[in-house]
């Protein structure tokens, strides 16, 4: 239809021209011939349109009458159907769309084709947007190696927390009933959460069971788990002022023995991913609880703490000279013996090394850090008691006379010790504990249970 309407307005304004140049003023010989030539072309054009038109038009009605007679005779055939057959073929008939007898959808067309595309871009969308999640999700094995390697400095300041927060509640006067209690936040700052330490990374999910990170992996996110609900169970049990001192001790137990365990914990999972072995891993952890407890003994602000009313409290019980350091630490902080079971298993308790090289080890870990020169000559005075004032003028030239007078009686026993040749683990990291655990007793908030 819209080409008949074109051809016809064509013819229309042919005519149109002829009859212009009719009533028009004749021209010169060369522009008359130039006209008749332009004329010719339209007309031979035209003459093309009407025949491809004319064409077209013969065609669909070929096609028309074909289908007619297609459908005659396949209305024959649906009259010996059943009626209700036979209507549904009539109906599809009568609604049916024939593209080329019936003309093009345009709209149709487009849409589809639009469609088309729009799922194209979508589906190359999504699979560059799964690539970049995978990307940004997944961390290298590196930075998870990196995380479990951080962990023994993590929990060592966990063990010294729980340390100090035990001695100041059972330092309360046990004539009379409990009246204050650590506050929460002292506690629910212990708690580890697992996906903050296990990391989607990429590795190899089809080696075999026994061998697979992944399992190492599920493992290691329940212990944390774990240990995050008995945190906050101790947390509440320690705010109930009647609730009974079996249940407390055992909330003690839990926090005492947990930390070193979990440290133990991460070996099978750092091995599956860069094949250490238990003795590399157990230097390793052993070096980080001693590199932090020198990295915060070093600070001023921390030593200063040792000259506290609380920290010269808890020196003078573990520090006594009456009682050897396991029985004092037993009894006044572990009275369960939590750590010393979980440290059993991490190292055996006739195990010794030698001073030279515990500072050998600390000296490569300083040296990273850029601080090997302050620990050589830090490490130097710490372990000999007679280098006290030079100790202090050197590293905590804030504290006055008073505080060096209480700070020199408090940890005396714990320079001895530092100035032995050989060092029994188990000693060590209990006078190291004691310390530290000392500075941070004066950090630990009571809360009054009125």
Not at 6 to 26: E, F, G, Y
Not at 48 to 65: G, P, Q, S, V
Not at 188 to 196: Q, S
Not at 363 to 368: C, G, L, Q, V
Request: charged share 30%; hydrophobic share 35%.
């Amino acid at each position: 239809m819209k080409k008949t309407v074109i051809a016809i307005m064509a013819l229309t304004l042919v005519c149109s021209t002829q009859a212009a140049r009719k009533n028009a003023t004749v021209p010169d010989v060369q522009q008359t011939t130039e006209a008749d030539t332009t004329d010719r072309e339209i007309l031979h054009e035209l003459e093309k349109i009407y025949n491809l038109h004319h064409d077209t038009k013969t065609k669909i009605e070929e096609a028309r009458e074909k289908r007619q007679k297609e459908a005659q005779k396949n209305q024959e055939e649906k009259e010996d159907l059943p009626d209700e057959y036979s209507a549904m073929l009539r109906i599809e008939d009568n609604t049916h769309q024939h593209w080329w007898a019936d003309g093009w959808n345009l709209f149709g067309i487009l849409t589809f084709i639009a469609a088309v595309i729009s799922a194209f871009y979508a589906y190359f969308t999504f699979r560059e947007q799964k690539k970049t999640e995978a990307h940004t999700s997944n961390a290298p094995v590196e930075v998870q190696l990196w995380k479990l390697k951080d962990l023994p400095r993590h929990f060592w300041r966990n063990l010294v927390c729980t340390s100090a927060l035990i001695f100041r509640f059972k330092a309360q006067d046990k004539s009379k009933p409990r009246d204050h209690y650590p506050s929460e936040s002292n506690l629910l700052k212990l708690e580890t959460l697992p996906d903050d330490v296990v990391m989607p990374i990429d590795i190899n999910k089809n080696k075999v069971a026994k061998d697979n990170p992944y399992k190492h992996a599920h493992e290691l996110k329940v212990l944390l788990r774990n240990y995050n609900v008995e945190v906050e169970v101790a947390s509440e049990h320690l705010s109930h002022q009647h609730i009974e001192d079996q249940s407390l001790e055992q909330d003690f137990d839990n926090l005492m023995f947990k930390p070193i365990h979990l440290v133990k914990s991460t070996f099978k999972y750092r091995n599956s991913l860069s094949k250490e072995s238990d003795e590399q891993m157990r230097t390793h952890a052993l070096t980080s609880f001693i590199k932090e407890h020198f990295t915060k003994l070093m600070i001023a602000s921390n030593f200063q703490f040792l000259a506290s009313v609380t920290a010269k409290e808890l020196t003078d019980k573990l520090f006594d000279g009456r009682r050897d350091i396991h029985t004092a630490f037993r009894e006044e902080i572990d009275t369960t013996c939590g750590m010393e079971r979980s440290l059993q298993n991490l190292i055996d308790s006739e195990s010794t090394i030698q001073r030279s090289k515990i500072q050998a080890l600390l000296e490569a870990e300083f040296r990273e850090d850029d601080k090997e020169k302050d620990f050589n000559q830090y490490f130097a005075l710490i372990t000999d008691p007679s280098k006290f004032d030079e100790l202090c003028n050197s590293f905590y030239s804030n504290l006055n006379d008073t505080e060096r007078g209480l700070i020199s009686k408090a940890i005396i026993p714990y320079q001895q010790y530092l100035s032995q040749d050989t060092w029994k683990w188990h000693e060590l990291l209990k006078y190291m504990l004691v310390v530290d655990a000392a500075i941070e007793t004066n950090k630990i908030g009571m809360v009054n249970y009125k």
